[in-house]
């Protein structure tokens, strides 16, 4: 490919666990083997957040307070983002069915400057529940003058109600999938190995529709593995 047709994404992201950074990896690795340019900007809060919280009581506090969608402040953002990209990925976790704190204080301070007029697909990394994040962040990249041509959703594969019992243990400082009571029906927290391997392909999917000029609408990304 000539480098001066090249494509450019900005892949802008918050992970609290790593999930979605071990995703973000993998989907990188698919872009750049179609030739396709990528600058990450990580969201980085002013005070660190704690993972895991280590108790019961303050992961329940934290599950209320993000149901009603409470801002996270951030640092402010690299010169990087204020540049030309053929697409931005905005990716982070379901919070308590809502977009992160972090990404909703990048909304509140910069959404209108970095979003209007462009092309961004969302990327949810989420226990299971993530269509109210998924139309709350519409609603807000909408707003802000944003066009949205499809959407990357990542859930976790183990089935309910283990799904749940599960990451609220993680969360609180146990280990749910080293428990002789818990591992045989929640062996793992957070997205599988295959889940990966389709991250990275979907990043090929991505980058071959950016380079040869084809519709991001076209791009099935409700596959199984996605979406267990």
């Not at 071990?22 to 083997?33: A, N």
């Not at 989420?126 to 066009?147: D, S, V």
């Not at 391997?197 to 000029?213: D, N, P």
Request: proline content about 6%.
């Amino acid at each position: 490919m000539n480098n001066a047709k090249a494509k450019h994404i900005l892949i802008l992201c918050y992970s609290y666990s790593g999930q979605t950074s071990s995703l973000l990896r993998k989907l990188t690795e698919g872009l750049e083997r179609q030739q396709v340019k990528v600058s990450i900007e990580k969201l980085s809060p002013n005070k660190t957040i704690r993972f895991p919280f280590g108790d019961i009581p303050t992961t329940l506090k934290m599950m209320l307070i993000t149901f009603f969608r409470k801002r996270v402040p951030i640092a402010e953002l690299s010169e990087k983002c204020n540049r030309e990209y053929d697409l931005i990925i905005l990716a982070g976790p379901t919070w308590s069915y809502h977009p992160s704190g972090p990404v909703l204080s990048l909304f509140d301070r910069d959404g209108s400057r970095l979003f209007k007029g462009r092309t961004v697909i969302p990327f949810i990394s989420c226990r299971g529940y993530w269509r109210a994040h998924w139309y709350g962040l519409r609603q807000k990249l909408r707003k802000c003058g944003a066009t949205i041509p499809n959407l990357i959703v990542f859930t976790h594969p183990t089935k309910e109600p283990w799904r749940t019992i599960g990451v609220f243990l993680k969360l609180a400082g146990k280990n749910p999938e080293q428990s002789r009571l818990m591992k045989k029906v929640y062996s793992k927290y957070g997205h599988g190995t295959d889940q990966l391997v389709e991250a990275k392909r979907f990043g090929e999917l991505l980058g071959q529709a950016l380079s040869q000029g084809t519709s991001l609408t076209e791009l099935n990304f409700k596959t199984p593995s996605a979406m267990p």
